[in-house]
T-cell receptor, first 112, second 110 residues
């Protein structure tokens, strides 16, 4: 089992550019979560999907952030336009039950 | 979801048991206690969860007090690789949301 796969692992971009983060959940898992981690705010849930449907997006900071899950094996988190304060590590996690979540290695985003 | 309180940091000698406390005095009847850990630069890793009874798996044991207002995660024989931030989370059983606090930074020393 390859685990949760995230790409890219590192992204450096300039303010105002569009950024797309990608996630492939573990096969057979029906829930997918996007988190953001910063030193100031810790680990925050941004949005989660159940059976490809967004269930709770209350953690999405603003309209510049959007997330999609077009099928059970792929999800994207898009930031447009990006700002320096979006710099963080973004984690994707998946689960097949309400108990355990399996996290990916994260994408380290730097916006200059 | 109920809030949790954990010490900011703890040390443990290698080979000894590490006992990490968590206070969740406002926990309600349908809320579970979860423990995750995050080793530096990695994604969080699930350790264990429980509702009322004590639980044990290959990684750790979870001791929940009878009134459920606090719990302790026990790593029976800590190794250097157990150095990490440990998060205690209380969550309703029917929701997927995990709300992470600041956790306890456990430093295992040789």
């Amino acid at each position: 089992d390859a685990g949760v796969i995230q790409s890219p692992r590192h992204e450096v971009t300039e303010m105002g550019q569009e950024v797309t983060l990608r996630c492939k959940p573990i096969s057979g898992h029906n829930s997918l979560f996007w988190y953001r981690q910063t030193m100031m705010r810790g680990l925050e849930l941004l949005i989660y999907f159940n059976n490809n449907v967004p269930i709770d997006d209350s953690g999405m900071p603003e309209d510049r952030f959007s997330a999609k899950m077009p099928n059970a094996s792929f999800s994207t988190l898009k930031i447009q336009p990006s700002e320096p304060r979006d710099s963080a590590v973004y984690f994707c996690a998946s689960s097949s039950s309400v108990y355990e979540q399996y996290f990916g290695p994260g994408t380290r985003l730097t916006v200059t | 979801d109920a809030k949790t309180t954990q010490p900011t940091s703890m040390d443990c000698a290698e080979g000894r048991a590490a006992n990490l406390p968590c206070n969740h005095s406002t926990i309600s009847g349908n809320e579970y206690v979860y423990w995750y850990r995050q080793i530096h630069s990695q994604g969080p890793q699930y350790i264990i969860h429980g509702l009322k009874n004590n639980e044990t798996n290959e990684m750790a044991s979870l001791i929940i007090t009878e009134d459920r207002k606090s719990s302790t995660l026990i790593l029976p024989h800590a190794t250097l690789r157990d150095t990490a931030v440990y998060y205690c989370i209380v969550r309703s059983g029917n929701t997927g949301k995990l709300i992470f606090g600041q956790g306890t930074t456990l430093q295992v020393k040789p």
